[in-house]
């Protein structure tokens, strides 16, 4: 089994003109969003083999939070800048390398965070549970999480398969 799990970054802010949208940092909201999402998921039992982030500020910021919540050590995220604006076929390979020789973590990981941006997040979701009806994820808020439970023994391949289990959560779900 394999479990898949996607987070929206948080909200960020918008007030300083001359920052990059890459170098954002979250607002008071995504401040406050990202630790409660980060315990309603340790709480469901989530314990991630690897956490995969965005370098945008935004994006690690709410994996490191969230991952100081799950009991995951920060400095083992693994920054990728090809998770900046990914699409669903990049997040897929990302994960996929999982797969490959891989010294600190292997094929064995039986659940991978990713946390990214949209439109690829809500893509993503919308791609494992457009055939689940009321199950469907059509669109990804920040801070949301989307868990997908694979039954299979690799990471290649996810985007061929339908999860045998969803689960999303958002912070304006009541939790």
């Known amino acids: 089994m394999k479990t898949l799990v996607i987070v929206r970054h948080a909200k960020s802010d918008w007030d300083d003109p ?3 949208d890459h170098q954002r940092p979250l607002n008071n909201r995504g401040q ?3 630790p409660r999402m980060g315990r309603r998921m340790r709480e469901r ?3 991630p083999d690897v956490v995969f982030s965005s370098s945008a500020v935004r994006a690690l910021t709410t994996a490191t939070i969230i991952a100081e919540e799950l009991g995951y050590a920060i400095d083992r995220i693994r920054v990728l800048d090809r998770l900046y604006g990914a699409s669903p076929a990049t997040m897929l390979d990302v994960i996929a390398e999982l797969d490959e020789t891989d ?3 292997d094929a064995s990981s039986s659940t991978v965070l990713v946390v990214a941006h ?12 457009m ?4 199950e469907a994820i059509a669109a990804m808020p920040t801070c949301a ?4 439970t694979f039954d299979a023994d690799q990471w290649t391949g996810l985007a061929e398969r339908r999860p045998t289990a969803v689960r999303f959560d ?6």
């Not at 999480?145 to 997908?148: D, G, L, R």
């Not at 958002?170 to 939790?175: D, F, K, Y």
């Open 18 to 20: 001359d920052l990059s």
């Open 32 to 34: 406050r969003d990202a």
């Open 45 to 47: 039992g989530l314990a």
């Open 103 to 105: 010294a600190d973590v």
């Open 118 to 129: 949209d439109p690829g997040m809500s893509d993503l979701a919308a791609h494992f549970t």
């Open 131 to 134: 055939d689940r009806g009321p």
């Open 145 to 148: 999480v989307a868990e997908f």
């Open 170 to 175: 958002s912070p304006a779900h009541a939790n």
